[in-house]
């Protein structure tokens, strides 16, 4: 079985093709990039995968032919609607054109799955984490249930909020984690309530530190270091709880060297493992929503043309999990 897979959340214009057997046929992708000290618009984002679709598309379709293909996939939510709608517009022309079955994945949980096959982990925590959502995830009782997650701005938000006013280029995370490597210790707020985490005031008071002369650097190291101990205190609280022993780590900050390292120490002292996505598969692309598609598709799952309306603010744990 062959599932094609579209994925338009956000900056990210991407299609997959993956068989039933975990084999990626194809991976492309056209990322929208903002200008110099802005943050994505949205308009502009979906005209860039509008403009760029369909030779992403067309790439694809020469790839296979078209009776092998089995299923198509979309990111139906969240995300920025601008974008999803250039996605699942996309996805339900070739459903109808080619006659064959639609799925719409919640991106959120493409992460999850993407990660558990790349990594052949079985039942981790995970610790989700992105430019548009920070969630620590378990599955439990049908459904991946949320432990705890961002208050206001997800982590990768937060790097690129503070990177925008260092007058670094996107994404922030990269060139804050260049940066921290010779930076210096300085006093930040550290604001974990109950399993919740908030970041917002963390960058608030980087700004007012670097707006107050303190080096790039100084700030840079530690808002790192203070985010990633707060992610590693609520992950370890969340494997506690539910008596697992795997963390798996996935999204665009799954990048981050530093996050690995916290979290790889944490997981050894409570002799556990700790699993990374592979850099290809950790920011958006299509593999993984065609994968979680093909997954759903082989449960008996399916999306009718009147149901396959975005869903902007479809949380994690709003999703029956039938596939496990």
Known sequence: MISLGIE????????????????????????????????????????????NSSKIIKKALEMIKINDLD??????????????????????????????????????IAHIEIGKLMTKCKDPVVVYCSGGNTQIIAFVEKKY??????????????FDVLARCMDLEMPGGPKIEYLAKNGEWID?????????????????????KLDGGEEKKNISYSFQETAFAMLTEVTERAMAHTNKNEVLITGGVAASHRLKNMM??????????????????AG???????????LSHKSGESTIIENSQIIKDWRTDEVNVTWI
């Open 8 to 51: 338009s959340t956000a900056h990210t214009f991407g299609i997959g093709l993956i068989t039933d057997k975990g084999k990626v046929l194809l991976n492309e992708k056209s990322v929208y990039r903002p200008p110099l000290g802005s943050g994505i618009r949205p308009r502009e984002a979906a005209q860039y995968h509008s403009n």
């Open 71 to 108: 299923v198509i996939a979309f990111s139906q939510g969240p995300g920025l609607p601008n974008c999803l709608q250039v996605g699942s517009s996309m996805a339900r022309f070739l459903s109808l054109k080619y006659k064959k079955p639609l799925i719409g994945v919640n991106h959120c």
């Open 145 to 158: 249930r949320i432990f705890g997650e961002t208050g206001d701005i997800p982590i990768g938000n937060a």
């Open 188 to 208: 930040l707020p550290y604001v974990v309530k109950g399993m919740d985490l908030s970041f917002s005031g963390i960058v608030t008071e980087c700004i007012k």
């Open 264 to 281: 790889k120490r944490m997981c050894k002292e409570r002799e556990g493992k700790c699993y990374i996505v592979p850099q290809e598969f």
């Open 284 to 294: 958006d692309n299509g593999v993984m929503i065609s994968w979680n598609g093909l």
